[in-house]
């Protein structure tokens, strides 16, 4: 007679994670309030918005965007982002001819301050292995179409610098406040697999 | 008590450690525009230079400045490199079919990189 119990198995990953944080816990070397903080923050505090931040006020204060194009991990740090994945920053520009999308071929490299932890897809040995190679047909899957004269530059966050795509200021957009333009800036357009958002 | 507790995590979480090395006085090898070929080599251990430019011919697009060496302290071991981007056509580094009008930047250490003349 077969168990008639019907829990699903969990999966590995989740499996591996318990283990890890039960053996971590047993030794004293973890207290579990930390592993819940560091969840709650990278949940609720450290994100893409933070990102958004620096692009829309990039967009609207030419100053700040010298600066952040010049020092960009102390431009961002000016609105108080910093730490751990973004000591060492380097900010990449859209134009009318070049598109800029981030990978990290060897492993997951992200900047976490500005954009939070990285995507599954980010991580993925797909996205990672085709994006170096035909660009133009991955940033196609997400629905990004460039034209054929856009040059596509990869940035591939193999050693210890950490980018960040400055997307363009959408067309129309020029009577919106800052916030309003924050809205339209996605956590996959400062990647660069996506353009930022068109305005409502 | 645990040596990671929820006290430590904010500031861990807001610090960071940058790997830059600000007091070195190393000077760096290649100057911005070089013409310049990654070393075709092939570490067992712990390495930052991707296979896939291994051997392939770019130019140098920024100097990052000198930074922990990923290849010795990966193994406990102490030093620091220049860290520049280095520019490479994808027809370079995939072959022919492949544009040579779109393009992939890499972080190289000085000990990957040789001058072309």
């Known amino acids: 007679m077969p168990h008639d119990h019907h829990y699903d198995p969990l999966p590995d990953t989740e499996l591996r994670v318990r283990a890890l944080e039960s053996i971590l816990v047993e030794k004293d070397l973890v207290d579990p309030a930390a592993i819940d903080l560091l969840v709650e923050t990278y949940e609720t505090k450290i994100g893409p918005r933070n ?38 920053m380097v900010v990449v520009e859209n134009t009318e001819g070049v598109h800029n999308v ?99 | 008590m645990a040596a990671l507790t929820a006290e430590v995590v904010p500031g861990l979480v807001s610090g960071g450690a940058s790997a830059r090395v600000t007091d070195s006085d190393l000077a760096s090898k290649f100057a911005v525009g070089d013409k310049v070929r990654m070393k075709n080599i092939n570490p067992t251990t712990h390495t930052r230079l991707a296979r896939y430019v291994r051997g392939k011919e770019g130019v140098v697009n920024m100097h990052h400045g000198v930074f922990h060496f990923n290849d010795v302290v990966a193994h406990h071991g102490e030093g620091h490199q220049n860290c520049y981007s280095v520019k490479f056509t994808m027809r370079e580094l995939w072959g022919e079919g492949y544009s040579a009008t779109d393009y992939v930047y890499i972080d ?6 040789e001058k072309l003349s």
């Open chain 1, 51 to 88: 990102g958004a931040k620096v692009v829309a006020k990039a967009w609207t204060d030419p100053e700040y965007k010298k600066r952040l194009m010049e020092n960009a991990s102390a431009a961002i740090a000016e609105l108080g982002f910093s730490g751990v994945q973004g000591e060492d």
């Open chain 1, 102 to 200: 981030v990978v990290c071929t060897l492993c997951s490299c992200y900047p976490w301050p500005t954009l939070g932890l990285p995507p599954v897809w980010y991580k993925a040995a797909p996205y990672r292995s085709r994006v170096v190679r035909d660009p133009r047909s991955v940033l196609l899957e997400f629905g990004t179409e460039l034209p054929a004269s856009t040059e596509i530059h990869v940035w591939d966050s193999n050693a210890e610098l950490r980018y960040l795509v400055l997307p363009q200021r959408p067309s129309g957009t020029d009577g919106m406040s800052v916030e309003q333009l924050e809205e339209l800036v996605s956590r996959d357009s400062m990647i660069g697999v996506k353009l930022a958002d068109m305005p409502a």
């Open chain 2, 108 to 113: 190289m250490f000085d000990d990957y990189i």
